[in-house]
């Protein structure tokens, strides 16, 4: 499989602490969402996999987080998916992988949309506001967001000067990956979501890029229809596995 997208998304949700470990890479950010807090599986290996699980669950076990595994259905990780699925690791969050190729030119003309290459105090301060971040998490998610290093598109919506729609792009190898597209709760529905991921695929296009991904619960399925109406097709699969 290739796992581009895979190395693409880790530096579009940056980490605060990464270990590389026998082809595993190891993302350690105090518990604040499983991308940031898990054994991304993504290179070959040659140590006895019981012997790598338990290094595993005493490195997460240091720094008392729950031990989580990104599993993607693919061949490559069968073999570790079934002995998961034996020890009891719980399956958790099965996102799709969905990607639009050949990007065409979108309508990109809206009243109250900003655009910048850097985010800002307050775009931060309204994404971790509208994900409902627990304020235990909200140091850590300013950090994460101002890891990432790779040229970026932050986008935000506004009415009456303040911000109802975050969301941003991050562009590498051809791609522009989409995060962070969240709507304040009183203006869902409203179609900002979709005038901000229009943005930022319009800003990408500009700047050469091609192709755009996206990651997105397989539960969420209004974000599902949004995505599939945009021209997003799934090209894969992962989920967690988490021990019990």
Known sequence: MDFTIEELSMDAWASIKTCFYDGWVIRISNGYTYRSNSVNLIYPSKINLEEKIK?????????N????????DCEEHRIIEKRLEQLNYLKVFETSIQVYEKLENLENDYDGIFVSDSFTDEWIECVIEFNNVEEKYMSTSKTIHN????????????????????GYGVIGSNYVGLFDIVIKKEFRGMGFGKEIV?????????????????QVVTTNSLALHLYEKL??????????RKNP
């Not at 021209?231 to 967690?240: A, V």
């Open 231 to 240: 021209g997003f097709k799934e090209k894969y699969r992962y989920w967690y």
């Open 147 to 166: 890891n990432i290093v790779r040229e970026k598109i932050v986008v935000q919506k506004k009415i009456d000067d303040k911000i109802v729609g975050c």
């Open 198 to 214: 229009k943005t930022i695929l319009s800003k990408a296009l500009q700047r050469g890029v091609t192709n755009s991904y996206l």
């Open 65 to 72: 987080l729950p031990v989580v595994y990104k599993v993607i």
């Open 55 to 63: 290094y595993c669950d005493e490195l997460f076990t240091l720094h």
